[in-house]
C-alpha cells in the first residue's frame, strides 16, 4: 500500500519561511504528478502546488503564485514544497498525494502567526 509521509511543518511568523517534505513508498513515484493540498480547519482541502512526472512543468493557484515553489526528486521518491513571505491564512494541514490521487497520509501542521 502506497504510504506518504510529510514533514517539515511548524509555527513561523507572518513573512516567514518554511520547506516541506514528503517520501513515498511501495509506489513508482517517478510516474506521477504529484501534489501539494492543504486544509484549514473548517475548510476543504484545496490544492496548492502540482508538479509534473519529469518536474518540468508546475502550477499554482493564484492564491500562492510566486510564493510557493514544488519541486522533486525521482531518485529518492520525494516532493518538496518551499514556501515563502507566508501569510496567516497559509494556516493549514499540508498533504502531499499523487494524481490520481492514493491514502493521504497525516500531513504537518504549517502555523504562521500574525
Known amino acids: 500500500q502506497v504510504q506518504f509521509v510529510e514533514s517539515g511543518g511548524g509555527l513561523v511568523q507572518t513573512g516567514g519561511s518554511l520547506g516541506l517534505s514528503c517520501g513515498a513508498s511501495?509506489?513508482?513515484?517517478?510516474?506521477?504528478?504529484m501534489s501539494w493540498y492543504r486544509q484549514a480547519p473548517g475548510k476543504e482541502r484545496e490544492l496548492v502546488a502540482s508538479?509534473?512526472?519529469?518536474?518540468?512543468?508546475?502550477n499554482y493557484p493564484d492564491s500562492v503564485k510566486g510564493r510557493f515553489a514544488i519541486s522533486r526528486d525521482n531518485v529518492r521518491s520525494r516532493v518538496y514544497l518551499q514556501m515563502n513571505s507566508l501569510k496567516p491564512e497559509d494556516t493549514a494541514v499540508y498533504y502531499c498525494n499523487a494524481n490520481p490521487a492514493k491514502a493521504w497520509g497525516q500531513g504537518t501542521q504549517v502555523t504562521v502567526s500574525s
Open positions: 508538479i509534473t512526472s519529469d518536474g518540468r512543468i508546475t
Open positions: 511501495v509506489f513508482t513515484f517517478r510516474l506521477y504528478v
